[in-house]
């Protein structure tokens, strides 16, 4: 049975219609995690499964029980937000506790779901500090802290890395993903981070204009992206997209209005050697890899992600070649096919 159904969901700012007919079904357990560009309705969408949101039309089913007009508190999810929201003149482990305070719980129960979560955690070198003497990463472990105790039925987390340095940004994913496999939870992350959406998830569900744009394993949606929007949304740097009628060289059917190869699958040859001549413009040296930028004439610029140590220098005039096998290709509505 899944864990959290949504059903046909709608939600209306007045005359503005943000979600539009969301139907997602979510397991027990699972790591699911909500992308896309800004504005395109994912906080919302988490915020409904919340209660923080009213929603329009349609049901949302906890289990099996419909808690579309009940209130956040009643149905049983912890929720992580972007700021950590910590009480400043509580130490650690009154913070982590707190939830269990208001909610009347004895205080051996509470000391002993205290101790756990800070085991989990590791926050136990820093249960009697206050928020102000704890880095950005240990103030949201104590975040995420506070949910554990509550045993919820599911976490939701809304952006919680986004305040995060990038060390520290990868330092927590780490955490979230060990803490997922030692939990066993269902949890829902929203981020606009396309790394953190690979990197953690079971499934990612792409957002766009409010409607799923596709759902699927981080895999299958960078090897299979069921559109355009998917195909230049995932994937870093994102998939090179031309128009078809841009490069003769390349052989499509009638039906392709536009084709995309991903950078990695294409290599730098000869000019006059490979399906699309074109002259590097910039080179982005990053140690292990180099992303080389071509102009490629009426095909735009197309990036090449090549071995760090490639010898190359702008102006220098390359061939870039690439299998059919690696040819995404895409109608005129931009749906591939």
């Known amino acids: 049975m899944p864990s959290i159904s949504l059903n046909a969901v709608e939600k209306w700012f007045g005359d ?46 906890i289990g099996d029980r419909d808690v579309t007009a009940e209130p956040p508190s009643k149905r049983g999810l912890a929720m992580v937000f972007q700021s950590y929201a910590l009480y400043p003149h509580m130490s650690v482990r009154d913070n982590v506790g707190f939830p269990l305070k208001s909610a009347g719980l004895p205080k051996t129960e509470i000391e002993a779901k205290v101790n756990e979560a800070a085991r989990v955690l590791k926050l136990d070198a820093y249960m009697d500090r206050r928020p102000k003497d704890l880095s950005g990463g240990q103030r949201q472990r104590v975040a995420i802290g506070r949910s554990i105790v509550r045993d919820p039925t599911a976490f939701l987390f809304d952006e919680p890395l986004s305040n995060l340095d ?3 940004r990868v330092e927590m994913r780490y955490e979230i993903a060990k803490l997922h496999q030692t939990l066993k939870s269902t949890m829902i992350y929203v981020t606009h981070d396309q ?7 079971d499934r990612i569900v792409v957002l766009e204009f409010g409607k799923i744009a596709q759902v699927g394993s981080p895999r299958e949606l960078y090897e299979n992206p069921a559109n355009l929007f998917v195909a230049q949304f995932i994937g870093s740097p994102r998939m090179n997209v031309a128009d078809a009628s841009s490069a003769p060289g390349v052989q499509l059917p009638a039906e392709a209005k536009s084709f995309g190869v991903r950078p990695e699958h294409i290599a730098l040859v000869e000019a006059g050697a490979g399906r699309i001549d074109g002259t590097v413009d910039v080179l982005e040296y990053l140690g292990a890899d180099t992303f080389v930028i071509v102009s490629c004439g009426a095909a735009g610029q197309l990036t090449v992600r090549v071995n760090g140590s490639a010898s190359l220098k702008p102006g220098d ?3 870039l070649d690439f299998g059919d096998d690696v040819i995404h290709k895409f109608d005129a509505k931009g749906l591939a096919f």
């Open 317 to 319: 005039p390359v061939g």
């Open 16 to 61: 503005i219609q943000v979600i539009k007919g969301v139907d997602l079904a979510i397991n027990e357990g699972e790591f699911v995690i909500f992308v896309g560009p800004s504005g395109c309705g994912k906080s919302t969408l988490l915020r409904m499964i919340a209660g923080l949101e009213e929603t329009s039309r349609g049901s949302i089913m």
């Open 195 to 201: 790394v953190e959406a690979m990197t953690l998830a």
């Open 166 to 168: 990038a060390a520290l």
